[in-house]
């Protein structure tokens, strides 16, 4: 008796598959978010009792020295960018949760490119992060933010750009680690200076040489400086206010302009991608 081995093909990887799987990956991503209730409330929670709560509260403290401004405006495009900086690590966290289950490496056996699963992540944690931001532009109004069209384009592309950057980067941290408590302590080590280092909840003008110097090295602070300008541009704010709320970032006597911020937003986000497909290269 004779046995006849069966050959079995693995399709040529390419183009075609890798689109694919970023296409299943971020799909993916959607879809455990949107299933997801829970987690959707928890990431609005702190973004809105800080406008809502905090941003009252230190609004009656300084009212007398910015009349023109609602605290909470000045707040807003803060409290935008942390929504849009949570949901996105979280969303990074998924891979240590998939590395935990047995899922990660199913997907790291399949017929294509290590790097496709990345950016599959990177995309799919961007899109549900700036989807989570949009639903704090819904509450532009309640804090005397306009619904400008433009307005409201201009921050969702904005916030995609701060998404897609603070995922990369939690996708380079989570490529290794393999608990989730390892991960979201590191990340809470990372995020809360960022955090507060970037203006969110203070202006940049007037400040000690070296609290200048940290706002200045801070990638956040490129990404809600564009938001704050975007949202003062359609504000009808007296000159002397939106010099000490909205001053922008300068390096020495350089105004850095805002496409340079969101270039530079722009191009740590592919970096970090880099470095993150380079890190899963070497998983096992």
């Known amino acids: 008796m004779t046995t006849e081995a069966i050959s079995v093909r693995i399709p040529a990887r390419g183009a075609g598959h890798d689109l694919r799987a970023i296409k299943v990956v971020l799909h993916r991503e959607m879809l455990r978010f949107v299933n997801d209730r829970t987690r ?28 023109g401004v609602d605290f909470r405006t000045f707040m807003y495009p803060g409290m935008i960018s942390m ?13 240590v949760w998939d590395r935990e289950f047995g899922f990660l490496r199913e997907m790291l056996v399949a017929p294509v490119s290590r790097g496709a699963i990345v950016v599959g992540k990177c995309l799919g944690g961007a899109l549900v992060a700036t989807g989570q931001g949009v639903v704090i ?4 109004g309640l804090v005397g933010v306009p619904y400008s069209p433009s307005l409201m384009l201009t921050l969702v592309a904005e916030m995609f750009l701060a998404a897609f950057a603070i995922t990369a980067f939690g996708v380079t941290l989570a490529a290794r680690m393999r608990n989730m408590q390892t991960f979201f302590g590191l ?6 200076p960022m955090m507060f280092l970037s203006g969110a909840m203070f202006p940049l003008a007037n400040l000690p040489s070296w609290l200048h110097a940290l706002t200045v090295v801070n990638p956040m602070t490129y990404a809600v400086d564009p938001m704050r300008h975007a949202v003062f541009s359609h504000l009808d704010v007296p000159a002397q206010d939106n010099a000490a709320l909205n001053p922008g970032v300068r390096w020495f006597d350089f105004q850095v302009p805002v496409g340079l911020e969101l270039g530079l937003v722009t191009a740590l986000g592919l970096v970090l991608m880099t470095a993150a497909i380079a890190r899963f290269r070497r998983v096992e």
Do not use: E, K, N, Y
């Open 137 to 140: 532009l819904a509450m532009a």
């Open 40 to 67: 959707m409330a928890s990431m609005l929670l702190q973004p809105v009792l800080w406008l809502f709560v905090m941003g009252t509260g230190l609004g009656s403290l300084v009212r007398g020295s910015i009349p």
């Open 187 to 192: 990340m809470q080590m990372a995020i809360m």
């Open 83 to 95: 929504t849009v900086i949570m949901t996105g690590m979280f969303s990074a966290g998924s891979i």
